[in-house]
């Protein structure tokens, strides 16, 4: 299961994280708006945000997950000028975001007071794409970040009520950035476009612990490290009509956020459970992008980003003993500011609106299926000559409208060592 989720194509769309961030790592926390998600549960995908929640999954156990993002956001142009002052008009672009399908994969093992885990994951990714011919082009045309990060943790049950967790992985990462720009300088100054693409691998941390309070009431606390990234590539320069012009090679350095992830779960009766979960990611420390062509200027993109938080409250019904409805609402704030929103990245704070089901077919299958709406905020574009990094971009004030997501997610969990049947007895 694991391995044939990762041979499912990735088309990953604007984040729905914050920033450039991917949260839907699971339909079966989607459907409680991720709600308790590093507090264990019967998802397997717990142990992305906490290595120690792999303890509350029994036995042998692979989950795959297949979720498709339908993101909305429009650019509408108020004014916009070119390097050289020329008015560019205002032509908007009417969705900016792509469509795409994201997989997620999971298997664990857990036996006497030890699981293990591997896990399958896109922490991250973001598609905006517009023509080189509308009006805020020297801010961007179509951007991309791709990114697959494989890992491994493992947990160890210390007390009845305490449990520890850790683990490693591996963070590839891909990006593409183009916009319009001048190629030269007086008296012509001729006009075109630069493609820039890089790749790079990156290695990271993970640690968690799950407290179980009292029965049927854990507490979790996870902690995933930053990750430095430097991509090497090349910076393509051809002119308006697509004719190459220059080649050069290109490295930028990135450094992903480390995360905290806090959770809770009660069980409060046989039918209702309640979850709740707080996470704060460090994109604060995401304050410019340089992009350095080797025999050229660097390119900077100022970004000035602040942390990004995430809360989250949902519940969970056991309507039948095969059938689990779960419901969950969130609030998330963006770590774009007003002051340097681009159109590379028109990052809104937003409210989740989330529902959920998981249907046990067999004792061993089990299937999730989720639904979220997220209602994005408006926003403002104001991006000016004079300041950092825009001296050769012009001007763009905009507004981001219509902004919001529509997501739904598939699950399938299949456990290797399933619980045989009771045996009735029988009398006379």
């Known amino acids: 299961m694991l391995l044939a989720t990762a041979a499912v194509p990735m088309t990953l769309v604007e984040a729905w994280a914050g920033g450039f961030g991917l949260r839907e790592q699971s339909a079966y926390y989607q459907g409680s708006s991720f709600a308790g998600n590093a507090a264990g549960g019967a998802g397997l995908a717990s142990m992305y945000w906490n290595p120690a929640a792999l303890s509350f999954v029994p036995g042998m156990q692979v989950e795959g997950n297949v979720t498709y993002i339908a993101p909305h956001a429009s650019i509408d142009v108020l004014s916009a000028r070119s390097p050289l002052g020329t008015n560019l008009g205002a032509l908007g672009v009417d969705n900016i975001v792509d469509s795409g399908v994201l997989p997620t994969g999971y298997a664990s093992y857990a036996w006497d007071r030890i699981a293990v885990g591997l896990s399958l994951n896109s922490p991250y990714g973001l598609v905006t794409d517009a023509t080189c011919n509308w009006s805020g082009r020297y801010y961007g045309c179509y951007n991309r970040i791709f990114d697959l990060n494989l890992g491994a943790q493992i ?119 309640v979850m709740g979960s707080v996470e704060w990611t460090n994109w604060s420390q995401v304050q410019e992008l340089v992009i350095q062509p080797f025999g050229a200027a660097p390119s900077v993109l100022n970004l000035q980003w602040q942390d990004g938080w995430f809360f989250s409250g949902g519940v969970e019904y056991q309507w039948t003993s095969q059938l689990a409805v779960r419901a969950g609402l969130a609030y998330e704030m963006t770590p774009v500011t007003d002051a340097y929103r681009s159109p590379r990245l028109p990052d809104t704070d937003r409210i989740w609106a989330s ?74």
């Open 155 to 273: 947990a160890y049950r210390v007390t009845d009520w305490l449990t520890i967790g850790g683990g490693v992985n591996a963070n590839y990462i891909d990006a593409k950035l183009t916009n319009a720009q001048l190629l030269g300088g007086a008296p012509t100054f001729p006009q075109g476009n630069a493609v820039v693409d890089g790749s790079d691998i990156g290695y990271g941390f993970s640690l968690g612990a799950l407290l179980n309070l009292w029965p049927g009431t854990t507490v979790g606390v996870g902690y995933r490290s930053a990750t430095s990234q430097t991509l090497e590539g090349l910076t393509n320069l051809t002119t308006v009509a697509g004719v190459p012009v220059a080649t050069l090679g290109t490295s930028a350095g990135l450094t992903l956020p480390d995360q905290i992830t806090a959770s809770f779960r009660s069980q409060i009766n046989p039918q209702w459970a």
């Open 355 to 428: 529902a959920g089901l998981t249907y046990a077919w067999t004792p061993n299958l089990s299937i999730d299926l989720a639904y979220t709406h997220i209602f994005g905020q408006n926003g403002t574009i104001t991006q000016f000559p004079t300041e950092l990094g825009n001296a050769t971009r012009g001007s763009l004030v905009a507004d981001v409208s219509d902004a919001y997501v529509d997501i739904i997610s598939v699950g399938v969990r299949y456990r290797f060592d399933a619980p045989l049947p009771k045996t009735v007895l029988v009398t006379k």
